[in-house]
């Protein structure tokens, strides 16, 4: 299964693989619940999945995808997530698609979430470094 295939199936499946995922994000990282207060989980569980779609390989998205990760790097910033609670976000995620994919979960899918994932968080600092907005 490579990425593309992936992000179909995540998508095809709702929100099951991010519902799951905050909850461990925060066991994880306890000190990034306090930046939830007042967030609607359901709302951002479905938030999150359709920036997971925004990742996947999309020659004609290409430009629009970037655009709008640096935009979601502002936002984040102007909301005060520190950059620390990355490295926290990544290992969150992989391990959460691991659950999900299963027996389809292999270190090739791995090393194209992680690769995938790491670009993202990187357009998305550049929308710490610079302020971006639609
Ligand atoms: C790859 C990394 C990440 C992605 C793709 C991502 C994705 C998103 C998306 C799509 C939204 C909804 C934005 C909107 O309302 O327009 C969001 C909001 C939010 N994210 Fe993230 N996120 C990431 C990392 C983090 C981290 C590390 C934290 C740490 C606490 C975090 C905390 C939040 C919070 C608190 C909101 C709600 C902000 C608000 O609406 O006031 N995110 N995120």
């Known amino acids: 299964m490579n990425l593309r295939e992936s992000v179909d199936r995540i998508l095809s499946e709702r929100t099951r693989l991010t519902d799951r995922f905050y909850q461990r994000f925060f066991e994880r990282c306890p000190e990034a619940r306090e930046h939830f207060s007042g967030i609607d989980l359901q709302v951002q569980s479905v938030m999150l999945t359709m920036a997971l779609g925004a990742i996947r390989e999309h020659p004609e998205m290409k430009g629009a995808c970037s655009s709008y990760l640096r935009v979601l790097g ?24 691991q659950e999900f994919h299963g027996a389809d979960w292999d270190e090739g899918l791995a090393g194209q979430w992680t690769s995938a ?11 710490y470094d610079d302020s971006f907005h639609v």
């Open 74 to 97: 502002t936002r984040h910033k102007r909301v005060g997530i520190p950059r620390e609670l990355y490295a926290g976000f990544l290992a969150t995620l992989l391990e959460s698609l």
């Open 117 to 127: 994932v790491r670009d993202a968080v990187q357009l998305m600092f550049e929308g």
